[in-house]
């Protein structure tokens, strides 16, 4: 059974940082995409960043050079760290992974943000 949980969102002030953590089950984590959207209400997914099988990672744009997604093997653990962190940066963030989805070049952020099974969200809130 796939299942995540993720813990570590806040609120914390424009320009600081925030480290996400999400707890995957074996059948989760031996997905070979998987990675973090986020959700504002009203509004569409957005997928933030996804890292395959073999560690290879991609971002959005709106997060490139300051989010970085990593995962743990020995605690089948995704991470998602966030740095120099903006009021648009306000969202449920979630990790999701789906055992359907391929590696390399099908691993992505806009397909993360599609994915079939992701955790209850971890609410993330930046204030100016």
């Known amino acids: 059974q796939v299942r995540l949980s993720e813990s570590g969102g806040g609120s914390v002030q424009a320009g600081g940082s925030l480290n996400l953590s999400c707890s995957a089950s074996?059948?989760?984590?031996?997905?070979?995409?998987m990675g973090w959207f986020r959700q504002v209400p009203g509004k569409e997914r957005e997928g933030v960043a996804s890292?395959?099988?073999?560690?290879?990672?991609t971002y959005a744009e709106s997060v490139k050079g300051r989010f970085t997604v990593s995962k743990d093997s020995a605690k089948k653990a995704l991470y998602l760290q966030m740095t120099s962190l903006k009021p648009d940066d306000t969202a449920t963030y979630y990790c999701?992974?789906?055992?359907?989805?391929?590696?390399?070049?099908?691993?992505?952020?806009?397909?993360?943000?599609?994915?079939?099974?992701w955790g209850s969200g971890t609410p993330v809130t930046i204030s100016s």
């Open positions: 999701a992974a789906d055992p359907l989805i391929g590696s390399g070049m099908y691993c992505r952020p806009d397909v993360v943000a599609r994915m079939h099974h």
């Open positions: 074996e059948s989760a984590y031996s997905s070979y995409c």
């Open positions: 890292i395959d099988i073999g560690g290879s990672t």
